[in-house]
Protein backbone atom coordinates (compact mmCIF):
# COMPACT_ATOMS: atom_id res chain seq x y z
CA UNK A 1 0.00 0.00 0.00
CA UNK A 2 2.72 2.25 0.75
CA UNK A 3 4.33 1.71 -2.46
CA UNK A 4 1.74 3.19 -4.09
CA UNK A 5 1.66 5.88 -2.60
CA UNK A 6 5.26 6.21 -2.90
CA UNK A 7 4.46 6.19 -6.47
CA UNK A 8 1.71 8.80 -6.52
CA UNK A 9 3.78 10.93 -4.75
CA UNK A 10 6.40 10.92 -7.45
CA UNK A 11 3.69 11.49 -9.90
CA UNK A 12 2.58 14.49 -7.95
CA UNK A 13 5.33 15.97 -7.01
CA UNK A 14 6.48 16.12 -11.07
CA UNK A 15 3.28 18.13 -11.80
CA UNK A 16 3.45 20.62 -9.45
CA UNK A 17 7.06 21.32 -9.42
CA UNK A 18 7.05 22.96 -12.50
CA UNK A 19 5.98 26.55 -11.64
CA UNK A 20 4.56 27.03 -15.76
CA UNK A 21 2.34 24.31 -14.94
CA UNK A 22 1.17 26.04 -12.16
CA UNK A 23 1.27 29.50 -13.30
CA UNK A 24 -2.44 29.29 -15.01
CA UNK A 25 -5.66 28.35 -13.42
CA UNK A 26 -6.43 24.90 -13.13
CA UNK A 27 -9.48 23.51 -14.81
CA UNK A 28 -10.44 20.91 -12.03
CA UNK A 29 -10.30 23.70 -9.11
CA UNK A 30 -13.11 26.76 -8.83
CA UNK A 31 -12.17 30.14 -9.41
CA UNK A 32 -13.02 31.74 -5.95
CA UNK A 33 -14.60 35.43 -5.97
CA UNK A 34 -14.21 37.09 -2.36
CA UNK A 35 -16.34 39.41 -0.96
CA UNK A 36 -18.14 41.42 2.27
CA UNK A 37 -21.22 38.91 3.11
CA UNK A 38 -22.97 42.57 4.31
CA UNK A 39 -26.35 40.94 4.35
CA UNK A 40 -24.88 38.07 6.72
CA UNK A 41 -23.83 40.89 9.25
CA UNK A 42 -26.93 43.11 8.97
CA UNK A 43 -29.59 40.55 9.09
CA UNK A 44 -28.21 37.64 10.86
CA UNK A 45 -25.72 38.58 13.50
CA UNK A 46 -27.30 39.30 16.62
CA UNK A 47 -24.27 40.25 18.86
CA UNK A 48 -23.37 43.54 17.13
CA UNK A 49 -24.30 45.70 20.19
CA UNK A 50 -21.54 43.63 22.27
CA UNK A 51 -19.09 43.19 19.59
CA UNK A 52 -20.02 46.13 16.78
CA UNK A 53 -18.64 45.82 13.78
CA UNK A 54 -16.86 49.34 12.80
CA UNK A 55 -16.46 51.29 9.95
CA UNK A 56 -12.93 50.66 10.44
CA UNK A 57 -13.35 47.33 9.91
CA UNK A 58 -15.63 47.45 6.95
CA UNK A 59 -12.82 49.29 5.52
CA UNK A 60 -10.37 47.69 6.15
CA UNK A 61 -11.63 44.57 4.50
CA UNK A 62 -12.44 46.21 1.38
CA UNK A 63 -9.16 47.26 1.08
CA UNK A 64 -7.92 43.90 1.70
CA UNK A 65 -10.19 41.71 -0.55
CA UNK A 66 -7.45 42.37 -3.60
CA UNK A 67 -4.16 41.47 -1.54
CA UNK A 68 -6.34 38.65 -0.57
CA UNK A 69 -7.08 37.26 -4.29
CA UNK A 70 -3.53 37.48 -5.00
CA UNK A 71 -2.52 35.79 -2.23
CA UNK A 72 -5.01 32.98 -2.69
CA UNK A 73 -3.82 32.64 -6.58
CA UNK A 74 -0.35 32.29 -5.59
CA UNK A 75 -0.62 30.27 -2.16
CA UNK A 76 -4.05 28.97 -1.91
CA UNK A 77 -5.04 27.47 -5.26
CA UNK A 78 -1.61 25.09 -5.38
CA UNK A 79 -3.61 22.86 -2.38
CA UNK A 80 -6.53 22.67 -3.82
CA UNK A 81 -4.96 21.83 -7.50
CA UNK A 82 -2.34 19.15 -5.16
CA UNK A 83 -5.83 17.81 -3.91
CA UNK A 84 -7.43 17.10 -7.42
CA UNK A 85 -4.24 15.42 -8.66
CA UNK A 86 -3.84 12.89 -5.56
CA UNK A 87 -7.34 11.69 -5.85
CA UNK A 88 -7.71 12.35 -10.15
CA UNK A 89 -11.11 13.90 -9.24
CA UNK A 90 -11.72 17.55 -10.09
CA UNK A 91 -14.29 19.98 -8.15
CA UNK A 92 -17.42 20.20 -9.57
CA UNK A 93 -17.95 23.58 -8.87
CA UNK A 94 -15.95 25.85 -11.25
CA UNK A 95 -17.06 29.19 -9.53
CA UNK A 96 -17.99 29.76 -6.16
CA UNK A 97 -17.60 33.14 -3.78
CA UNK A 98 -16.25 33.19 -0.48
CA UNK A 99 -18.19 35.87 1.98
CA UNK A 100 -16.35 36.96 4.79
CA UNK A 101 -18.28 38.43 7.39
CA UNK A 102 -17.41 40.49 10.46
CA UNK A 103 -20.02 39.17 13.19
CA UNK A 104 -18.35 37.88 15.94
CA UNK A 105 -19.31 34.25 15.27
CA UNK A 106 -18.42 30.91 17.49
CA UNK A 107 -17.39 29.92 14.10
CA UNK A 108 -13.98 30.80 11.71
CA UNK A 109 -15.12 28.91 8.75
CA UNK A 110 -18.56 27.49 7.40
CA UNK A 111 -18.45 25.45 4.12
CA UNK A 112 -22.53 25.18 3.66
CA UNK A 113 -22.84 28.28 3.29
CA UNK A 114 -19.65 29.49 2.41
CA UNK A 115 -18.27 31.93 4.85
CA UNK A 116 -15.34 32.90 6.73
CA UNK A 117 -15.26 35.18 9.68
CA UNK A 118 -12.50 37.78 8.53
CA UNK A 119 -12.90 39.76 11.78
CA UNK A 120 -9.78 38.08 13.36
CA UNK A 121 -7.42 38.38 11.05
CA UNK A 122 -7.65 42.61 10.73
CA UNK A 123 -5.73 44.67 12.51
CA UNK A 124 -8.68 47.15 13.45
CA UNK A 125 -10.19 44.58 15.42
CA UNK A 126 -7.60 42.71 17.50
CA UNK A 127 -4.01 43.61 18.41
CA UNK A 128 -2.68 40.52 17.27
CA UNK A 129 -4.44 39.68 14.26
CA UNK A 130 -4.30 36.62 12.73
CA UNK A 131 -1.81 35.17 9.58
CA UNK A 132 -2.84 35.53 5.41
CA UNK A 133 -1.25 32.10 5.38
CA UNK A 134 -3.45 30.55 8.55
CA UNK A 135 -6.40 32.71 6.37
CA UNK A 136 -5.95 30.86 3.40
CA UNK A 137 -5.37 27.57 5.17
CA UNK A 138 -9.08 28.20 6.34
CA UNK A 139 -10.36 28.88 2.92
CA UNK A 140 -8.84 25.55 1.76
CA UNK A 141 -9.99 23.35 4.87
CA UNK A 142 -13.79 24.74 4.36
CA UNK A 143 -13.49 23.80 0.46
CA UNK A 144 -12.28 20.09 1.57
CA UNK A 145 -15.39 20.15 3.31
CA UNK A 146 -17.17 20.48 0.19
CA UNK A 147 -15.18 18.46 -1.97
CA UNK A 148 -15.34 15.19 0.28
CA UNK A 149 -19.11 16.31 0.87
CA UNK A 150 -19.99 17.17 -2.82
CA UNK A 151 -17.19 15.24 -4.90
CA UNK A 152 -16.27 12.34 -3.47
CA UNK A 153 -18.53 10.94 -0.76
CA UNK A 154 -19.14 7.45 -2.32
CA UNK A 155 -15.50 6.84 -1.04
CA UNK A 156 -16.51 7.05 2.43
CA UNK A 157 -19.51 4.94 2.90
CA UNK A 158 -17.55 2.35 3.49
CA UNK A 159 -14.56 4.01 5.77
CA UNK A 160 -13.48 0.99 7.93
CA UNK A 161 -11.31 3.92 9.61
CA UNK A 162 -15.06 5.66 10.48
CA UNK A 163 -16.52 2.67 11.79
CA UNK A 164 -13.72 2.37 14.14
CA UNK A 165 -14.36 5.53 15.31
CA UNK A 166 -18.34 5.65 14.88
CA UNK A 167 -18.80 6.77 18.45
CA UNK A 168 -16.89 9.73 17.64
CA UNK A 169 -19.26 13.33 17.05
CA UNK A 170 -19.90 13.82 13.65
CA UNK A 171 -17.58 17.06 13.87
CA UNK A 172 -14.96 14.60 14.82
CA UNK A 173 -15.60 12.39 12.20
CA UNK A 174 -15.78 14.41 9.46
CA UNK A 175 -12.29 16.48 10.12
CA UNK A 176 -10.30 12.66 9.94
CA UNK A 177 -9.86 12.29 6.19
CA UNK A 178 -9.80 16.13 5.85
CA UNK A 179 -6.93 16.79 7.90
CA UNK A 180 -4.81 14.17 6.82
CA UNK A 181 -5.50 15.97 3.14
CA UNK A 182 -4.27 18.55 4.84
CA UNK A 183 -1.15 17.46 6.01
CA UNK A 184 -0.33 15.59 3.51
CA UNK A 185 -0.73 17.80 0.15
CA UNK A 186 1.31 20.86 2.74
CA UNK A 187 4.14 18.25 3.20
CA UNK A 188 4.19 17.66 -0.74
CA UNK A 189 4.16 20.90 -1.26
CA UNK A 190 7.25 21.54 0.96
CA UNK A 191 5.06 23.55 3.39
CA UNK A 192 5.73 21.62 6.47
CA UNK A 193 6.39 24.80 8.41
CA UNK A 194 3.15 26.94 7.33
CA UNK A 195 1.17 23.95 8.34
CA UNK A 196 2.27 23.18 11.79
CA UNK A 197 1.93 26.83 12.21
CA UNK A 198 -1.78 27.01 10.75
CA UNK A 199 -3.08 23.61 12.56
CA UNK A 200 -1.38 25.19 15.74
CA UNK A 201 -3.31 28.58 15.57
CA UNK A 202 -6.28 26.61 14.07
CA UNK A 203 -6.38 24.37 17.47
CA UNK A 204 -5.98 27.42 19.89
CA UNK A 205 -8.48 29.32 18.53
CA UNK A 206 -11.39 26.79 18.23
CA UNK A 207 -13.90 26.97 20.81
CA UNK A 208 -15.14 23.33 20.28
CA UNK A 209 -13.12 20.26 21.29
CA UNK A 210 -14.05 18.45 17.93
CA UNK A 211 -10.33 19.89 16.49
CA UNK A 212 -8.41 18.81 18.48
CA UNK A 213 -9.60 15.58 18.95
CA UNK A 214 -9.57 14.78 15.68
CA UNK A 215 -6.36 15.99 15.09
CA UNK A 216 -4.93 13.60 17.94
CA UNK A 217 -6.89 10.25 15.79
CA UNK A 218 -5.10 11.60 12.62
CA UNK A 219 -1.40 11.31 14.28
CA UNK A 220 -2.82 8.02 16.21
CA UNK A 221 -3.18 6.75 13.29
CA UNK A 222 -1.04 7.94 11.24
CA UNK A 223 -2.40 10.57 8.12
CA UNK A 224 -1.55 7.77 5.85
CA UNK A 225 -3.96 5.69 6.99
CA UNK A 226 -6.74 8.25 6.50
CA UNK A 227 -4.79 9.01 2.79
CA UNK A 228 -4.26 5.49 1.44
CA UNK A 229 -7.82 4.60 2.69
CA UNK A 230 -8.96 7.60 0.35
CA UNK A 231 -7.08 5.74 -2.54
CA UNK A 232 -8.52 2.43 -1.98
CA UNK A 233 -11.40 3.32 -1.89
CA UNK A 234 -11.36 5.27 -5.25
CA UNK A 235 -9.42 2.77 -7.01
CA UNK A 236 -12.91 0.31 -5.71
CA UNK A 237 -15.14 2.51 -7.51
Same mark, same amino acid.
Given at each position: ?16 ? @? ?13 ? $? ?8 ? @? ?52 ? +? ?10 ? @?? +? ?8 ? $? ?8 ? +? ?73 ? +? ?14 ? @? ?15
Amino acid at each position: MYKKIKLLTGCLLLVIS @GTSLLAAHSPNIPIL $FFEYGVLFDM @GVCSNTESKPISPAMIDELDSLLPKITIAWEQDGEHLLTATTQLFNIPFSRKEL +SVNFILCDTRFT @GM +SYPLLIKIRN $FLKSGNDKPL +SGSYLNMVIYHELLHRYIYKDIPDRLDTSKLLIKYESESNAVKAHLHLLAIQKYVYHELNRDNEFEESIKTMLDN +SLSPAYQRAWDIVNEE @GHMAFINELLDLNTQQ
